[in-house]
């Protein structure tokens, strides 16, 4: 392959900067003639909305967060003329394979496009959510975690000094990987995810139990997908049972999404843009790029897009063991 392109895609996530450097000096330096940087993923495809990516061009861009060829969801790629337009722009420019860096969106996409088109794409995992089967830890999640971490212990110190409860809404809408590991690692005294279903009266008892045991706070995590609904409906069924402390609601919202991306995910991302070039180069093709125990694996769109990855039950019984 003498020209290939790179594109970010769906929600972003700290890392996709490092990430797309990485494809492009690995291309560069495997005797790819041409790097095309795709802005605005699919939308940006279908109006081509391209340009020319050099060594130079991702300088100084592995510490940033967000993404510089910045990111949609496209209606119109969704439509078989909308993806007929934008098989005619890549090949228009000539360009001869793709390394889609996103979510399971973005892959669901690439896998209806290459089996109309023909054109090789390799996925690269990039969501802060972790939710994609084939990979143990997608680009994004550890910033996430650290930025909602962060958060919550700042939360816990004016908890512990108005004696309040106070439940945290992150990110997590099908998935609760961000609130169960940032639960643990601030102590919370409950963590409420999508995977397991809540019980409000459970979850009154335990906070009665904190109460009595002279807790003078408590801290409450919600992923934004539990299905009791989010934190502010919570809160309030709480409050209605349960009285014995002032309550007060956080939603972090998208700063989990910002900042600079942590060593880990700044390694992860560099680590699987080289993979996603080597394979792309060798032929493959129609597949995602992962890490599982240390090393790179391969997984057919089809399946990274059908499984999900499971929460850690382990962990699930240490919120309960440590709260």
């Known amino acids: 392959m003498k020209k290939i392109a790179v594109f970010t895609s769906g929600g972003d996530a700290p890392g996709m900067n490092a990430c797309v450097r990485a494809v492009v000096r690995t291309a560069l330096s495997m005797g790819v003639e041409e790097v095309i940087g795709i802005k605005r993923g699919y939308a940006g495809m279908i109006a081509g909305d391209f340009v020319d990516l050099k060594s130079h061009s991702v300088s100084n861009i592995i510490q940033k967060g967000g993404t510089i060829l910045m990111s949609a969801r496209s209606k119109e790629f969704r439509t078989k003329e909308g993806r007929e337009k934008a098989a005619a722009q890549l090949r228009q420019h000539g360009i001869e394979g793709v390394v889609a860096i996103g979510g399971d969106g973005t892959f669901t996409g690439a896998k209806i496009f290459t089996g109309e088109q023909s054109i090789p794409f390799i996925g690269v995992p990039g969501t802060i959510d972790n939710d994609i089967y084939g990979t143990d830890y997608t680009i994004g999640y550890d910033t996430a975690l650290n930025t909602a971490m962060e958060a919550i212990d ?16 992150v990110m997590g809408r099908d998935a609760g990987f961000i609130a169960m590991r940032t639960g643990i690692a601030t102590g919370a005294e409950a963590v409420l995810i999508p995977e397991s279903k809540t019980n409000i009266d459970d979850l009154v008892e335990t906070l009665k139990g ?23 409906d919570i809160a309030r069924q709480v409050q209605e049972r349960f009285d014995g402390y002032e309550i007060r609601v956080t939603i972090l919202g998208h700063v989990q999404r910002g900042g600079r991306p942590t060593c880990a995910d700044r390694v992860l991302a560099s680590r699987l843009g080289v993979a996603a070039v080597e394979e792309l180069l060798a032929g493959k093709h129609s597949t995602m790029v992962g890490m599982v125990n240390n090393q790179i694996q391969l997984t057919p769109f089809g399946q990274a897009i059908k499984h999900h990855q499971d929460i850690n039950q382990q962990l699930m019984k240490m919120v309960e063991i440590l709260s």
């Open 154 to 169: 700042k939360i816990k110190d004016t908890a512990n000094a108005h004696d309040r409860l106070f439940f945290v809404e």
């Open 210 to 232: 904190n109460h009595e045991q002279k807790k003078n706070s408590s801290i409450v995590v919600v992923a934004e997908g539990d299905d009791a609904g989010g934190a502010f």
